[in-house]
Nanobody, 125 residues
Framework: VHLVESGGGSVQPGGSLTLSCTAS????????MGWYRQAPGNDCDLVSI???????YYEDSVKGRFTLYVDNAKSTVYLQMNSLKLEDTARYYC????????????????????WGQGTQVTVSS
């Protein structure tokens, strides 16, 4: 199983970025596919997830700003991020499991499920 993220970068507040995560080695559309983020000093937080039954969840702080969408033909999950805020600055990871509610670092979860290498998003003025 292999996940590769791309699309991070630096933007000003109010800007937009789209992250992508391309998967290989497993049945993509039968899996939970989530985006997580971790800022220095913070826990690994679930940002958004498309569950294997087709529902999509968003963490409260990103509702109305972020959109998760999936291209099953490309085995790719995207995170469209609009109206970015300073507090969105973090390293973003995709993973093929639902770890919502976990308290700890993302690296502590690397042995559970499959994770990408992460992509940095920096929002600064």
């Amino acid at each position: 199983v292999h996940l590769v993220e791309s699309g991070g970068g630096s933007v000003q507040p109010g800007g937009s970025l789209t992250l992508s995560c391309t998967a290989s080695g497993f049945t993509f559309d039968d899996s939970d596919m989530g985006w997580y983020r971790q800022a220095p000093g913070n826990d690994c937080d679930l940002v958004s997830i498309r569950t294997r039954v087709g529902t999509t969840y968003y963490e409260d702080s990103v509702k109305g700003r972020f959109t998760l969408y999936v291209d099953n033909a490309k085995s790719t999950v995207y995170l469209q991020m609009n109206s970015l805020k300073l507090e969105d600055t973090a390293r973003y990871y995709c993973a093929d499991d639902d770890f919502r509610g976990f308290a700890g670092t993302c690296s502590q979860l690397f042995d559970f499920g499959s994770w990408g290498q992460g992509t940095q998003v920096t929002v600064s003025s």
